[in-house]
Structures are given as C-alpha cells and as structure tokens.
C-alpha cells in the first residue's frame, strides 16, 4: 500500500508563474517530509524539508505547506524557471516507519519559456 | 569527484546469473541505502545499513542481500537475477543528525533478460 502519494504524474507551467506540486500521506505517525529533484540520469537531489511542528517552511523559490489535519503538503516553486523542470518526489519518514523514508510516485515538472 | 558513487552505472544480465552493484561514499556518512525506482511506483527501499555491523530489511528486500563492507562501501546482490528485478537503483547516504536529508548516487540501470 501506498503511504506516500503524488495523484499528479504530470504539470506544466508557464515560466514566471507559480508551480504547486502535490503530495498526501496515509500514516499519521510521519513527523518530517522531504521533496527531492531529480533530473534524467541523475540521483535525486534534496530540495526542501519541513518538520511536522512546523506549517510552513522557506528557501529562496520554494516553499512547502503542511496540512497536518488533511495529510497533505505542497511544493511551491515561484517563479517558475525552465531549470526547475524536472521529476519531483515527496517522502516522509518517522514514527511508526521507524527509520525508513517512503516516497511519493514523483510529479514531472515541465516549465515551459 | 561525486560523493556517492554507483558501479556498474548500466548493466544487462540474463535470468539466473549473479549480480552485485556497488557503491561508495566520501561523505564520510553512517547510514547507507538501496532504492529501487519503477515506473508508476517511485523510490522504494531495499535495504539499509547505520554501520558497518547494522543490515535492515526495507520495504522490498525478497530477492536481494547486501553487505556493508565498510562505513565507505555498501553492496546490493541479487542472487538469482529474475526480469523483474529490472529496474533504476540507486544508493543513498545519510548523517545520523541533521536534517535527515538523503544524498543519493546516479544511479545504476539494471535491465535483467
């Protein structure tokens, strides 16, 4: 089963606009998530965190909501650059996952100039 | 130099033959780990190692051993290579505090006939 989820395989934007990158979590026991980019023939590289004390967390472009209540976090990415296209993975850790990482089935970006 | 190095970076093998792929690290990092990524199914894990004397099943080991060398080396095997084990794997490197983040190598595409 699934703990991790990203319903969008795909999303396309305009550059300068803002890009929303969607990700929803069954276990209520995660307390930190991850996103990561990946690039084609690349290792995914980290992106963004956010504790689960936390709702909200910063750095530079890129923002990540969390919505404890709903299970659910957000990527923002503004504004959008062609650079940032790329395949984007959400993952969640902690509590009852105990050490382990489980990630989302990835979002590929596409900004397009 | 990549801190997290993958070998073979592509390998093709037949039904039943014995694989093993390496990786190594310069991180200088506790805590190693295998993914596998499908299509459609994201990163999921194989198994990981906080050192040198810790092996930890993941989500997905049925199929594969590893042995952690050293706190630099982490192998994955597969013992009886079947094709659905075809599939991009990639090694991981985490500190023990910090953020949690995971530094992945490129990856190794292992296609099994």
């Known amino acids: 089963d699934q703990q991790v989820k990203q319903n969008s395989p795909s999303l396309s934007v305009q550059e300068g606009r803002i890009s929303i990158l969607n990700c929803d979590y069954t276990n209520s026991m995660f307390d930190y998530f991850l996103w990561y980019k990946k690039y084609p023939a690349e290792g995914p590289t980290f992106l963004i965190s956010i504790s689960s004390i936390k709702d909200k967390n910063e750095d530079g472009r890129f923002t990540v909501f969390l919505n404890k209540s709903a299970k659910h976090l957000s990527l923002h990415i503004v504004p959008s650059q062609p650079g940032d296209s790329a395949v984007y993975f959400c993952a969640a850790s902690g509590g009852g996952a105990g050490n382990q990482f489980y990630f989302g089935t990835g979002t590929s970006l596409t900004v397009i100039p | 130099d990549a801190d997290v190095t993958q070998t073979p970076r592509n390998r093709i093998t037949k039904t039943g033959k014995r694989i093993m792929l390496e990786c190594s690290q310069t991180?200088?990092?506790?805590?190693m780990y295998w993914y596998r990524q499908d299509p459609g199914l994201g990163l999921r894990l194989i198994y990981y190692s906080f050192d040198v004397k810790d092996i930890n099943k993941g989500e997905i080991s049925d199929g594969y051993s590893v042995s952690r060398q050293a706190q630099a080396k982490f192998s994955l095997s597969l013992e009886s290579a079947i094709p659905n084990q075809t599939a991009l794997y990639f090694c991981a490197t985490s500190d023990i505090q910090g953020r949690r983040e995971q530094f992945f190598g490129p990856g190794t595409r292992l296609t099994v006939l």
């Open positions: 991180k200088g990092h506790d805590r």
